[in-house]
């Protein structure tokens, strides 16, 4: 699964939360939080975490897929 950069950035806004407080929150890498932003895919479980630390769904955050 992909992240949508815009979404995501939207999503920490909203939580006013910095990467390293959602690292934190989400009890992940900082490594693998930065890329989850730069947008490599990442396992649903990662996916996952950082909604329930930003408080959204899931799929707030993740890239559209085009049929």
């Not at 999503?11 to 890329?35: F, I, K």
Request: charged share 20%; with cysteine.
């Amino acid at each position: 699964m992909k992240t949508s950069k815009e979404k995501l950035d939207l999503a920490m806004a909203r939580a006013c939360m910095t990467p390293a407080q959602l690292s934190q929150a989400a009890n992940m890498p900082r490594s693998t939080l930065n890329n989850v932003i730069r947008g490599s895919g990442a396992r649903p479980a990662t996916i996952g975490r950082i909604s329930k630390a930003l408080g959204c769904d899931p799929a707030d955050i993740i890239e559209e897929v085009s049929p």
